[in-house]
């Protein structure tokens, strides 16, 4: 899997690209992230990316010019990368969308700056894609957010690839269970007594409990909608019975 991030900060991605489970993924040959400094692209000898926008108001537009320069350039070998735009009105990011994006090949990811890009650049962009509804002053953190959650989807680049199904949204959409490690005991505090049996099937009875009573209580209609859909085991729908009596 392929990543070309547009950006005129390339530095902020450095460390993102370097530590952890991603760097690993980066060093290790699993996904090959390009961050391309939009400013290399700019026609004149200042390097400008940025202009007025026309219509008068505060602020700067990234000029279309660089971007597009930068597209034909890293498309001219004929294969089209999926193109997203970080705005702040895209469609939210999700887990949903994380799977869809780790199915695709190459992925480009276009980060506005100062008052957004300019409108044209809009006719390469497959997706205008969100991390939430408040406006930050970039599309860098919003691209390492979006490059994250789909590359820990890849296969090979997780450790233990059993974690990725227990993640909350990932099975059904249902939330993960509570976690505990050693002491036992902190500041009075025990780990629940099941976790420490060593009883297998207990234990996974428990967890399967917490993470239906989790998304019983922050996501109710999710519930429901599987329910309806049948999607819920005949073990599962006794649980939710037991926990609604409680
Ligand atoms: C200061 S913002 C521009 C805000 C824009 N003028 C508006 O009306 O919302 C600069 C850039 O940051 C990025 N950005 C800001 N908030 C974002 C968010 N919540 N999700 C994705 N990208 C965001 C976008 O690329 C945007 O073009």
């Avoid at 695709?104 to 980060?111: S, V, Y």
């Avoid at 599309?139 to 450790?159: H, N, T």
Wanted: net charge neutral; glycine share 8%.
């Amino acid at each position: 899997m392929r990543f070309d991030v547009l950006t005129v900060l390339p530095n902020i991605f450095d460390c993102f690209l370097q530590e952890g489970v991603i760097g690993k993924a980066v060093s290790h040959g699993k996904v090959e992230v390009n961050v391309i400094n939009i400013r290399d692209f700019a026609f004149d000898k200042h390097k400008v990316v940025d202009d007025v926008p026309y219509g008068g108001g505060p602020g700067m537009v990234l000029k279309p010019e660089p971007i597009l320069r930068a597209y034909d350039e890293l498309t001219k070998d004929g294969e089209k990368p999926y193109v997203l735009l970080t705005e702040p009105w895209g469609e939210t990011f999700s887990q949903k969308m994380a799977i869809e994006l780790s199915k695709k090949e190459r992925i480009m990811i276009i980060c506005g700056r100062y008052e957004g890009v300019d409108e044209r650049v809009k006719t390469i962009v497959d997706k205008e894609v969100s991390i939430g509804d408040f406006v930050l002053t970039g599309g860098e953190l919003p691209a390492m957010v979006i490059m994250d959650a789909v590359i820990r989807l890849v296969p090979g680049v997780l450790g233990n690839e059993e974690s990725l199904r227990a993640d909350s949204f990932m099975d059904r959409g249902l939330l993960g269970y509570p976690n505990y490690t050693r002491p036992a005991v902190f500041r009075g505090m025990k780990v629940p007594e099941v976790l420490l049996s060593g009883h297998h099937k207990k234990i996974e009875l428990w967890r399967k409990e917490q993470s239906l009573k989790k998304t019983l209580k922050k996501n109710p209609k999710l519930i429901e909608e599987l329910k309806q859909k049948g999607l819920l085991t005949k073990e599962e729908l006794e649980i939710l019975k037991k926990i609604k009596n409680t």
